[in-house]
């Protein structure tokens, strides 16, 4: 089965090696939320089911160029959130979009809370953005099985950005995929997807919020 068959569906495994089946240009936005470089994270300092990334700094800068150069060839733009401490580890985007959590409990490392989180933008929107700024109170996750992953990102931000970023009937991919969220709202939203993701639990965990009704 080609790159194509997968579409609307998950692969499990490293997403490079899908990537590097994927011709230039095949997808019409990369949305994702990549690994960074954290043990855990959260106001309860979950852990992740697997990649426990805490490389040596150089590694892991390779690690971000090695994954964006290949989004870079394949997607026509690209979204995603670098992590406010990774911002220096990726190319100048074309623009950056704030997005404002007034009710967050995360730590940071100045001793406060994670109160705002940068959006790198690769590419301009297909819909007029309005302000680059989007207040979002991750205390309103929707309940369910997304917060058995330790950094789902929420529904309405996400929606938000598919929306802004793509048009109906786009394909859109997700090389992180995590809890599904970016495969959730393109169902909602009818796009098409493609994701990759390594741990077999949060691909079951994804199946199944695939399933749930819910409002974006």
Not at 12 to 26: E, N, Y
Not at 53 to 61: D, G, N, S, V
Not at 86 to 92: A, E, L, S
Request: aromatic share 12%; glycine share 8%; net charge positive.
């Amino acid at each position: 089965m080609g790159w194509k068959g997968k579409i609307n569906t998950v692969w499990q495994g490293d997403c490079f090696k899908l990537m590097k089946v994927m011709p230039d240009k095949s997808v019409d936005l990369i949305l994702t939320d990549p690994p960074y470089n954290a043990k855990n994270i959260g106001p309860d300092r979950k852990t992740y089911i697997v990649g426990q990334m805490q490389l040596p700094t150089r590694e892991y800068k390779k690690f971000c160029r090695d994954w964006f150069r290949e989004a870079k060839r394949i997607g026509k733009a690209i979204v995603f959130t670098p992590g406010i401490a990774n911002t220096h580890n990726y190319p100048q985007p074309f623009w950056q979009v704030c997005w404002h959590k007034p009710a967050a409990v995360s730590f940071n490392r100045m001793g406060g809370y994670n109160a705002w989180e940068p959006i790198f933008v690769y590419g301009k929107p297909v819909e007029r953005l309005g302000q680059d700024f989007k207040k979002q109170d991750t205390l309103n996750l929707t309940p369910g099985i997304e917060k058995q992953h330790p950094c789902p990102k929420p529904l309405p931000l996400w929606g938000w950005l598919v929306q802004k970023f793509s048009k109906e009937g786009d394909l859109v991919f997700d090389p992180f995929m995590g809890s599904f969220t970016t495969a959730k709202v393109c169902q909602d939203l009818n796009r098409k997807w493609i994701g990759a993701e390594k741990a077999e639990e949060y691909c079951e965990i994804g199946r199944q919020r695939l399933r749930q009704q819910t409002l974006i």
